[in-house]
């Protein structure tokens, strides 16, 4: 049985204000799930709550991940337990490379898990890292270059990609709303969610962006509006969304009907 993440009548404020006015949503491994709304409706804010974010307080609700419940932990301990959440705004390491930063991670999470361990030994990294580069069709070279310097939007999207690999989450959460996303980006994190995605991975991918359906086939698709999820369905309510936009579900909320 994989595991789930489990979102019950969540309420969140920010600054006092309330954002989240009961979110239900479960997340499994092996399912891969869209999270779409227009800007404001608070899909962001669901994604800083799941990773822990300080400004976020949670006002009522539980989020559960393989049966803990995750308010209790911070930010790193849900992190070692699988949970990955993409960064919108990545920021550059000047000097670190790609390879080392990855390492680095992976180390720390062993010398958490065991405190003797020696980290992991470099052949076997490098053997890792390119199998993930070619499972994601990277070019190698793409390790030894300093994080995020100078790296175009495409660019830090497939290290964002690459680091998710490397860490083998069991349930990802990539935010890729608002400001910034081209097309090609998208692109990107959609064949890399592709490329990964398989039974012990699940995925919550939050976009406004329609396109993104595209590239990526959710099984499961949510909208959100005024900080609820107000609609769930499949490829119907993608495609629905695709040809139709948002009005639809504003109005069937105001009560006009279809
Ligand atoms: P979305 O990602 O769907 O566009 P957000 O979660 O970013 O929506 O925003 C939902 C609402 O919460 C907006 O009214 C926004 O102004 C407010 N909000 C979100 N985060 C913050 C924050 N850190 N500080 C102040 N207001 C915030
Ligand atoms: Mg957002």
Redesign the pocket.
Known sequence: MGAALEIRNLHVS??D?P?LQGVNLIVRQGEIHALM??????????A?TLMGHP?YDVTAGQIIFDGMDLLDLETDERSRLGLFMAFQYPVAIPGVTVANFLRNAINARMKDDDPDSKGIPIPAFRKMMIDKMDLLRMDHSFGGRYLNDGFSGGEKKRAEILQMAMLEPRIAIM?E??SGLDIDALRIVAEGVNRLSGPDLGVLV?T?YQRILNYIKPQFVHI?LDGQIVESGGDDLALRLEEQGYDWVRERQNGNGR
């Open positions: 920010v600054e204000q954002i709304g227009p800007n404001g409706s608070g899909k962001s804010t669901l800083n400004a935010d709303t608002d939050i406004h959100m």
